[in-house]
């Protein structure tokens, strides 16, 4: 059992479950920046350092083999954080992003 959490953990597919809420428009010329909450739920004990926000918008031509997937950075935020989270812990943090 140690073993298969040791190689979930490598993964990356154990940790935290993370869930964002974010309004569905943001309108670039008044705001230039996306406000919401992150909501984190611990699946095991785990150590939180830094969190990475992105805002990236896909653009899809083509189909099959001549589909083309281009991807722009709008914008990005490093997030300093240093907390721990026990499981089944819950923890809100509000942010912003500049975009």
Same mark, same amino acid.
């Given at each position: 059992?140690?073993? $298969? &959490?040791?190689? !979930?953990?490598?993964?990356?597919?154990?940790?935290?479950?993370?869930?964002?809420?974010?309004?569905?428009?943001? /309108? #670039?010329?008044?705001?230039? =920046?996306? +406000?919401?909450?992150?909501?984190?739920? #611990?699946?095991?004990?785990?150590?939180?350092? @830094?969190?990475e926000f992105k805002l990236?918008?896909?653009? /899809? &031509?083509?189909? !099959?083999?001549v589909k083309l997937i281009?991807?722009?950075? %709008?914008? @990005? =935020?490093?997030? /300093?954080?240093? $907390?721990?989270? +026990? &499981? #089944? *812990? !819950?923890?809100?943090?509000? %942010? *912003?992003?500049? %975009?």
């Amino acid at each position: 059992m140690i073993i $298969f &959490k040791g190689l !979930k953990k490598l993964l990356g597919i154990e940790g935290v479950v993370v869930e964002m809420q974010i309004p569905r428009e943001v /309108k #670039a010329r008044h705001d230039n =920046k996306v +406000n919401g909450v992150l909501h984190l739920i #611990a699946k095991g004990d785990i150590k939180i350092t @830094s969190i990475e926000f992105k805002l990236i918008e896909r653009y /899809k &031509k083509g189909r !099959k083999d001549v589909k083309l997937i281009h991807e722009y950075l %709008f914008g @990005s =935020k490093l997030r /300093k954080q240093n $907390f721990e989270l +026990n &499981k #089944a *812990d !819950k923890r809100t943090l509000p %942010f *912003d992003l500049p %975009f």
